[in-house]
DNA sequence: CTCCTAAGTCATCGATCGGTGACTTAGACC
DNA sequence: GGTCTAAGTCACCGATCGATGACTTAGGAG
């Protein structure tokens, strides 16, 4: 026998399959028979133990979303950070995507938008605003960051446009500092080697 | 009787309603016998017409989505006139949002995904791209441009980042300017009232 | 070995979905 | 008014989904 009995695992295993369903095919095109079927288990026990997909859906998302860099090098340096996290990093776990990215196509679902936007502000907003620390509307200036990033991520893996997804973390470099400057105001070093 | 029997303008009542269902509630999120309740119209009458529910989509969004505004003037005032018809045009129509936005909810469909990038680069980019002339990297920055007013579009509407869906097309002026020259290489005026 | 608890299964329900084919009816034309 | 065509309707199919409750079985404790 492949498992032994043990509830625990189990519903490890279980979260860990419905996030890469969840992330791959979004919440509507994931079934808990799949999910279930991916662990090789009943799907009944889906709802014994999470209550409801949609319990599911939180669980898995909740558990996988806060890979977020810690503020521990120089402030300068979190633009890159950031960007290599949000675009570069190997998400294939997540089927290619940042999970960020994958859950805007659960978005629709108001407890699914409430969690991106949360996950979004505390974990990516709230780091960068150091960036913009001095600045009269420093939010403002955070949050244009932060679409910016989330709009590569976008171009790169949902939408495939041509140049961008094919560029690599050195092409976008200068451009990085360029904008970073441009929105904070102050110079913002790019380290040359990730 | 509210309406007498005319092909073309039931055909088109059903496009229009299912463009605002797709927008709003994602192509999973809609249903064939929804759209038709709208329109007061048998279901079967949707597949009469446009073959499928895939039909029915492609269609709808296809006559939606060419709303690109003209380089009839300067080319510096381009990045003003596609942050407000990307952000600030009135899309109530789209249930609030830009189709391009909305369509990221239907992603994971292979042909959804094709589509928004054949309308994203020429729609949008192939505009854009005069702005980079003379760079080396010219289709690098264009998209990199064309990133940040889609990830803006995104955090206002479907993420509902805090800031940003507060902020004005007056707030959001200096920025635009800023990143344009950063990104361009040279200073793009930013037209004072829109 | 026995028993008992919890992990896991089975059968099934009710709703909804996309889709099909036979049918009905409105309305222009003579 | 009668008739013929096309616009629109009705009844229904097969599949799939989320969810429920009764059931079975694994495996440690005594």
């Keep these: ?26 919440y509507d095109g994931t079934s808990v028979r799949d999910v279930a079927g991916d ?52 998400w294939s776990e997540y089927a290619g995507e940042h999970p960020l990215v994958a859950m805007l196509r659960s978005a629709g679902h108001e407890d699914t938008k409430d969690r991106l936007r949360q996950q979004i502000c505390e974990g990516y907003l709230d780091v960068l605003s150091q960036l913009a620390e001095g600045n009269e509307d420093k939010n403002l200036r955070t949050e244009l960051f932060g679409a910016w990033l989330l709009g590569i991520g976008i171009l790169r893996t949902a939408v495939g446009t041509p140049t961008l997804s ?14 970073a400057e441009a929105l904070f105001g102050r110079p913002v070093p790019v380290p040359k080697n990730g």
Tied chains: 1, 2.
């Design 166 to 179: 094919k560029a690599t973390e050195e092409d976008l470099r200068p451009h990085l500092a360029a904008v």
């Design 1 to 26: 026998m492949a498992h032994k009995r043990d509830r625990e695992a189990t519903r490890a295993r279980l979260l860990e399959c419905a996030r890469l369903r969840f992330a791959r095919d979004g």
């Design 39 to 90: 662990v090789g288990v009943d799907p009944a026990l889906v709802f014994r133990y999470f209550g409801s997909k949609s319990g599911l859906f939180t669980q898995a998302m909740a558990g996988s979303s806060a890979p977020v860099v810690l503020p521990d090098g120089p402030v300068e340096e979190l633009p890159a950070k950031l960007l290599h996290q949000l675009v570069f990093e190997d």
